[in-house]
């Protein structure tokens, strides 16, 4: 493998993972009203407390899926059979969902994590905070598409992709939450 191939595959990966990026902050600017615990508690704490509402996961969710579009559009007259790593039309559509609602959905088994914990809202969790949703848009993604995620991301030199990804997304995550925080989006930098 040459130094090109090795950052094609590279930056394939990061394209086609942006749809799972983009729903966290994105649910910051979408974030508020009805908490998806409705302020309810168990085992006398929150379920996943007041950062986590029904707006903010949708608006979140919806963004990542239609940023995943432009991509397929953007990568469809470079490569009108694979867009560039999504597949089909209808395979992009499915990647992209999974990718964006796992994205989500690992947040929030992140916020549920934390309050078993006893950790507030706010407070730093190292590898959780950074991690949970990288694992929730791979394991919701794997259950609808397991071989596109074991093609794209470990399966021979794609590892490479993978590892990226997750050397990239620390400096990512926290570059995201100081803006959020300087723009008043977010109580906390990390």
């Known amino acids: ?32 009203g009805t908490k998806i615990d409705f302020g309810k508690s168990w085992r006398g704490k929150r379920i996943f407390g007041d950062g986590k509402s029904w707006r903010g996961f949708f608006g979140g969710a919806l963004s990542g899926i239609a940023l995943g579009l432009i991509l397929m559009g953007i990568s469809h007259p470079f490569d009108p059979v694979n867009h560039w790593g999504f597949g089909s039309f209808s395979q992009g559509v499915v990647l992209i969902t999974t990718l964006a609602f796992g994205a989500v959905l690992g947040d929030l088994a992140g916020a549920f994590i934390k309050r078993r914990l006893g950790l507030e809202r706010g407070v730093k969790a190292p590898v959780l905070d950074q991690y949970d949703f990288v694992a929730g848009a791979f394991l919701l993604t794997a259950l609808f598409n397991f071989n596109w995620v074991f093609e794209t991301y470990f399966a021979g030199w794609n590892i490479l992709a993978f590892v990226f990804l997750l050397l990239i997304m620390f400096g990512l995550h926290r570059a995201a939450n100081i803006i959020g925080y300087k723009m008043g989006l977010k109580k906390e930098p990390w």
Do not use: R, T, Y
């Not at 040459?2 to 086609?16: H, P, Q, R």
């Open 1 to 32: 493998m040459d130094a090109l191939g090795a950052i094609k595959i590279m930056i394939i990966g990061l394209w086609v993972f942006l749809p799972a990026m983009l729903p966290n902050s994105a649910a910051v600017v979408f974030g508020g």
